[in-house]
């Protein structure tokens, strides 16, 4: 006999008196594994839980099935190495397939896998152990080629993967209609109003930064009289949101190559004029850029994913001056792009940048474009400069991890600040003013804080009034009412007492983004699957009085209520609606 013959023997003969391994530990593992798994998504409302469950868990699940089964002495220690080399090879290699996307599409396939293994062998208990065996390696093949023909197209704010078979059309398309690799001018300047409306949306969340549309109201019965749709359309990737000016909105959009600042008309959606940029941001969170125009006498300020800030003719779209963030404060590119919509104040565009040392945030003079000053220490963060008024002193608040700070807005001194680290997270959330003399903010992991601003003489202090977590905003704003203030923990809709910081209601887990209606006592929110809400603004419990389907797909945007009209956009689509009177 052969020596091959003899070593098949011998595993043959192995497989036949194999025990196979003892199965109550492996589905102990797998049973706790998935009850952790979907208590930490589904009881959960933050994405720090969704950390824990998506990914922590099913790590140590598998640590310890790889112990058990190593371990497994029913089994032939030639199958069981065997086995390892085989699991980590197909899971090293479909993570490898879908590059960096690989990460995400293993916090699904993983637990799928091993839950898989261990009910084939569990079902399979009293079959000899060679038909085991290649049941296994059936269950292992099979995983691999179904993950092998999916591909990751997004995560969403839950940060589960949206996946898709390989040759269907993609979640977040590219821009549909033809794309021109160039500028493109009106054929006629348009003429925009000589002073802006109460009913204008100038910028990121309105007038003042605080998501308030002061002067909308509308009917809410939409199930006798609902929002008319205007138009809708297709756009090209990005999280910027709309400013609404006259009859003209204004967006960017990233397409093909190129980053786009778009102008369109609010009644029909009609491209009026594009300026383009050679410059293109792709993330697996969501591509494109993230800020949202700044408008101001007749002119745009925009700055895009890549660090590039201008100043455009809002009439024509026609660049007037450009800048680089980076170049001029030595900022790296952030992990999720410069997401800092310019603020306008002291003729001066301000903006975060996280060049820390004194450079996390510069002011460029809005009309040469020279940088005028810098200031900060922040190094990580997606916020937005906030005027504020506080003391009777006007001043630009800034988040970013080191907590929140405040700044002269003529010259970049710093007034005070207020340390509230935040080390592993990004801090996003806009701070919300209260009165002259309170401000909210918060993060995803730290909570919520509110704190009381001091001056006497030239001296300020800041006031630590109250810290919870029952509020833990991550990329969704919050709003305050009469008292109260209305956010997301996590995904989930919250409203807390602003004096105390006591939770008054929770609601339902849909994610998005929040405006509020102050003259309605109403909250409009977007939710993440691109459905408007109308909740009432009160404390007493939560309600929901209406809603609708308005656009597709995952939708981080922030609406905007603006001359009696809805408008919304994602990475895939805009649409308009006339709200009802």
């Given amino acids: ?23 109550w530990i492996a589905v102990l593992i797998v049973v706790v594994n998935l009850t952790l798994i979907f208590s930490f998504l589904f009881l959960g409302s933050t994405n720090i839980e969704n950390i824990i469950g998506l990914g922590l868990v099913p790590l140590a699940s598998t640590f310890l099935l790889v112990v058990w089964w190593m371990r497994s002495e029913g089994v032939p220690i030639r199958d069981r190495r065997i086995g390892l080399v085989l699991f980590l090879v197909i899971v090293g290699g479909i993570t490898a397939l879908h590059g960096a996307n690989g990460i995400y599409l293993l916090v699904v396939a993983l637990p799928i896998l091993t839950t898989l293994i261990v009910l084939k062998l569990l079902l399979t208990f ?22 092998a023909l999916v591909r990751v197209d997004a995560v969403g704010g839950d940060l589960i993967p949206l996946m898709a078979w390989r040759w269907s059309p993609p979640m977040a398309h590219e821009f549909a209609g033809a794309i021109t690799m160039a500028s493109q001018p009106p054929a006629d300047p348009i003429t925009l109003p000589a002073e802006l409306a109460p009913e204008d949306w100038p910028g990121f969340r309105g007038s003042d930064r605080d998501g308030r549309a002061t002067v909308a109201t509308f009917g809410t019965d939409w199930e006798a009289n609902a929002p008319k749709e205007l138009w809708r359309r297709p756009v090209g990737l990005g999280w910027s949101s709309f400013t609404v000016i006259g009859d003209y909105i204004f967006t960017q959009e990233q397409r093909g190559d190129g980053e786009f ?3 369109y008309r609010a009644d029909t959606g009609d491209e009026v004029w594009t300026n383009y940029i050679p410059a293109r941001f792709d993330d697996v969170t969501g591509s494109g850029p993230r800020a949202t125009p700044t408008y101001a006498d007749g002119k745009l300020y925009v700055q895009g994913a890549t660090g590039i800030i201008q100043s455009l003719d809002a009439s024509t779209g026609r660049t007037i001056w450009e800048r680089n963030v980076g170049d001029d404060t030595g900022a790296a590119l952030p992990p999720w792009g410069f997401a800092s919509s310019p603020l306008l104040v002291a003729d001066k565009a301000i903006v975060f940048t996280g060049a820390s040392e004194g450079k996390s945030v510069i002011a460029y003079d809005v009309t040469t474009g020279e940088p005028s000053w810098t200031a900060g220490d922040g190094s990580h963060g997606y916020g937005s400069g906030q005027l504020a008024e506080l003391g009777g002193v006007r001043q630009i608040l800034m988040i970013s991890n080191f907590g929140i700070q405040s700044f002269v807005p003529e010259t970049g001194e710093q007034l005070w600040e207020h ?8 801090r996003i959330a806009q701070p919300q003013v209260i009165g002259d003399d309170t401000i909210v903010f918060g993060s995803i992991r730290l909570g919520v ?14 006031t630590e009034e109250w810290t919870t977590k029952k509020m833990r905003p991550y990329f969704n704003d919050i709003v305050h009412h009469e008292g109260y203030v209305y956010g997301y923990d996590g995904n989930r809709l919250k409203c807390l007492d602003a004096a105390t910081g006591e939770l008054q209601w929770k609601g339902a887990r849909f994610g998005g983004q929040v405006l509020l209606l102050p003259e309605m006592d109403m909250l409009l929110t977007i939710t993440e699957k691109g459905n408007v809400v109308l909740v009432n ?15 597709n797909g995952k939708t981080w945007n922030h609406p905007v209520v603006a001359h009696g009209r809805l408008f919304v956009r ?3 689509e805009a649409a308009c609606f006339e709200l009802p009177r």
């Fill in 449 to 462: 804080r509110s704190i009381r601003i001091a001056k006497s003489g030239d001296e300020w202090s800041v």
């Fill in 126 to 147: 009293n079959r000899p152990w060679g038909m085991r065996r290649r049941l296994v390696v059936f269950v292992m093949a099979l995983w691999t080629v179904i993950f």
């Fill in 570 to 572: 994602n990475a895939e």
């Fill in 261 to 263: 600042v778009i102008c």
């Fill in 419 to 426: 340390e509230w680290e935040l080390p592993s997270m990004a």
């Fill in 1 to 23: 006999m052969s020596e091959n013959a003899e070593s098949d023997a011998v595993t043959e003969s192995e497989s036949a008196v194999s025990t196979g391994p003892k199965m």
């Fill in 537 to 551: 603004a009160s404390p007493e419990e939560y309600t929901v009085v209406a809603e609708f389907e308005a656009i």
